[in-house]
C-alpha cells in the first residue's frame, strides 16, 4: 500500500480514492451505497471520499431522471483519463512486490488470498442474515 500510495501521491489521489477510481473504472454511475459494497466500506466513508474526489474533479455526483431518492457516481473526464496514468504505476508495484518469485508461488498466494477474502465475505453474509432473522 505504501508502495503504491507514494506513486499515487504527485496525482493527488489517495490510497482511499484509488479503490473507488478502480470500482468506477469498471462500473461507472454506481449508487454511493453500491460504491460503499463493492469498496468494502461504511457508507460516512464513501460519503467523504466522493465529496473530496467531486472536489478534485475526478467525479460527479447526479441523479437519475425520475430518480431523486439515489446519488449516482460518475467519473468526469479528468477522472477517467486517470486510469492510463494510475493503472501502470499499481502494475509497477505488483511487479517490484513479485520480483524473484516462481509463477507457482505467485499462485498459490493469490489463490489463497482470494479464498480469504471469499471466506470473509460468506461469514459477513451469514451473519447479516442471522440478524435479518433475529429481527423477523
Do not use: C
Not at 472536489?55 to 477522472?79: C, Q
Not at 509497477?92 to 470473509?120: C, F, H, K, Q, Y
Request: hydrophobic share 40%.
Amino acid at each position: 500500500m505504501r508502495a503504491l500510495q507514494y506513486r499515487l501521491s504527485p496525482f493527488g489521489v489517495s490510497f482511499g480514492h484509488w479503490t473507488f477510481l478502480r470500482i468506477l473504472w469498471i462500473r461507472d454511475g454506481l449508487t454511493q451505497k453500491e460504491l460503499s459494497d463493492l469498496a468494502g466500506v461504511m457508507e460516512p466513508t464513501t460519503f467523504s471520499a466522493v465529496k473530496a474526489m467531486e472536489r478534485m474533479g475526478f467525479i460527479e455526483r447526479r441523479h437519475l431522471p425520475g430518480n431523486k431518492k439515489n446519488m449516482h457516481v460518475y467519473l468526469t473526464d479528468a477522472g477517467r483519463s486517470l486510469e492510463h496514468v494510475l493503472v501502470p504505476l499499481a502494475e509497477e508495484v505488483n511487479e517490484i512486490s513479485a520480483d524473484g518469485l516462481p509463477d507457482r508461488t505467485l499462485s498459490l498466494v493469490r489463490n489463497a488470498l482470494v479464498r480469504m477474502i471469499e471466506n470473509l465475505a460468506h461469514e459477513e453474509e451469514t451473519r447479516a442474515t442471522l440478524v435479518g432473522d433475529a429481527g423477523d
